[in-house]
């Protein structure tokens, strides 16, 4: 990578956090509006807790019907119904995959008895070429300038998706430390914690709460790492502080965070010292054209 | 070209039948509508430009999914017939190639096209190579050339890739690699109907079956 030709300091640098990266692979609508708005920046970063979420979000939804399609005997519309009846939260994800594949798959093997199993062996078998190329596309050139790791370097994050003989392996295993996890997680809440808690609490749902919003979330993640000094977070608490943790990865190297979300990025780029950019794109539902 | 939508693939293979199948009829087929209602559950694909058609039989087959022990088939036979679909498919992307003028396809390229994508549902069937490695790299084919509207990097890909299949003997998982890598090079969408909402001919939605 060549050294920027101006100094740091007058360099656009970009924080790409998760919504983004997700869009830029979702639509080719949105991917053109992102990549406009990229062109005016030097150096685009992502993170490690950006890729973590990555895998939890578009990855992991790949897995999943990777591992339904496959099963003996699958019928490629029996896992359409089954995801569109299910009330999973990723639930609309797995639609979105499914759809795009329908665009494909209604055009092959028409004449065949057997068509279903064939679409649903078409299906896992293309998305066992895909899963390894989404995570590579993540730290690739064409994606990022940088994946910055050396904050919290997720250990989960640097997991690239490995297929066994039948199956990936589990995408996002628990996260035990000494076990399988190296990450530094603990230690940068613990060195930035108490500036984010005076931050949060005021934007927080009161504790206890049924439905706490974004900011309860991880300032419980914070403060339940304060309290205790053998705090053992998983990937699940991270993403919980997901937002937060991104903005720790990226400060003083990123100048502005591009993000879908103005409610909490907004707050997290102010506190990161960047500028917030809300990414905005035109409606794309057809009853509002 | 003329004239060459209606064409069905013609080619023969001695190792094991006719290729001319019913498939190859699927020839102009790519605009029909698909359902894929199950009884139970209730939903079909239509084509927006037109409505609703009958429900497709769906006879189950309930075949293992478990790979084929032993890795690689050996059949000469397969080999031959693998070898065979190769070549037609290079000629019918070779004689488009030839078509391209002013970087742009000939108006009649969907025939050829159409013709294409019916070899190479019965290369996929070829159980030649690795255990799923020849189903592998056509599906990853396929997902970038059905429903898509084609320009000249399809053929250029598409000749890229079967070229390189064809000198192959030995068809295992670093042939799924080297499509990826084509499919890059020819700065096509290798999340193309996966991740990435595909640039389509005919746009397909699921609407509910009412039983109706």
Redo the contacts between chains.
């Keep these: 990578m060549n050294p920027p030709s101006v100094p740091p300091t007058l360099c656009r640098r970009a924080l790409l956090e998760t919504t983004i990266q997700v869009d830029r ?4 609508h949105r ?1 053109a509006v992102i990549e406009r708005l990229l062109e005016g920046f030097e150096w685009k970063f992502s993170t490690s807790i950006t890729l973590l979420e990555f895998k939890a979000t ?1 990855i992991e939804a ?1 897995i999943f019907l990777h591992g339904v399609f ?9 896992v ?3 995801v ?2 299910s009330q999973h939260r990723q639930q609309a994800l797995r639609l ?2 499914i ?6 798959t ?12 064939r679409l649903a ?2 299906a ?7 899963i390894p ?2 995570y590579d ?1 993540f730290s690739s050139p064409a994606s990022v300038d940088q994946v910055l790791n050396d904050r919290i370097a997720c250990t989960r994050a640097m997991e690239k998706p490995v297929k066994k ?2 199956k990936f392996e589990t995408n996002l295993p628990r996260c035990i430390r000494d076990r399988n996890k190296r990450c530094q997680v603990e230690k940068v809440i613990r060195q930035h914690g108490p500036r984010l808690v005076k931050v949060l609490e005021p934007l927080a749902t009161p504790s206890g709460e049924p439905n706490p919003n974004q900011f309860r979330r991880t300032l419980d993640v914070i403060q339940s790492v304060l309290a205790n000094p053998k705090a053992d977070l998983s990937h699940e608490d991270c993403r919980n502080a997901g937002d937060f943790l991104i903005g720790i990865e990226a400060e003083g190297h990123a100048t502005e965070a591009l993000s879908t979300n103005a409610r909490e990025w907004e707050v997290v780029a102010k506190e990161m010292g960047m500028q917030f950019v809300h990414v905005k794109y035109p409606d794309e539902r057809p009853w509002s054209r | 070209m003329a004239g060459k939508s209606k064409r069905v693939a013609t080619t023969s293979d001695t190792a094991s039948g006719p290729i001319t199948g ?2 190859s ?2 020839v102009g ?2 605009r ?1 509508l ?1 359902t ?3 009884p ?4 079909k ?1 239509t084509d927006t430009a037109t409505s609703l058609l009958p429900s ?12 084929a022990k032993g890795g690689a088939v050996e059949d000469p036979a397969l080999y031959k017939r693998f070898r065979r679909l190769c070549d037609s498919i290079l000629s019918e992307v070779r004689e488009l190639e030839a078509s391209i003028s002013e970087g742009r396809l000939p108006d009649d390229w969907l025939g050829s096209a159409a013709e294409i ?1 019916a070899l190479l ?1 019965q290369l996929y069937d070829v159980p030649w190579g690795q255990r ?1 490695a020849l ?2 790299v056509v ?2 084919i ?2 970038q050339v ?2 898509a509207d084609w320009h000249p990097n399809h053929v250029m890909f598409l000749k890229d890739m079967i070229s390189r299949l064809r000198s192959r003997y030995s068809i295992d998982q670093t042939a ?1 690699k080297e ?2 890598e084509s499919v890059r090079l020819y700065e096509l ?12 001919r ?5 609407v509910e079956d009412t039983g109706e």
């Design positions: 692979k979702k639509t080719g991917q578009i790949c496959r099963r003996s005997g699958s019928r490629f519309s029996d359409l119904d089954a569109t009846e979105h995959i759809h795009n594949m329908v665009q494909i209604e055009g092959l093997f028409r004449n065949r008895n057997d068509r279903q199993e062996e078409i896992y078998l293309q998305l066992e070429n895909v190329q989404l596309w003989v039948a | 019913e498939d009829q699927r087929h790519f029909g698909p894929v209602s199950t139970g559950l209730t939903t694909v497709q039989s769906e006879e189950s087959g309930g075949r293992a999914r478990k790979p994508e549902e799923d189903k592998g599906t990853a396929l997902f059905v429903n799924v499509c990826a969408d290798q999340f193309r109907g996966t991740a990435t909402k595909p640039m389509v005919t746009h397909y939605k699921i």
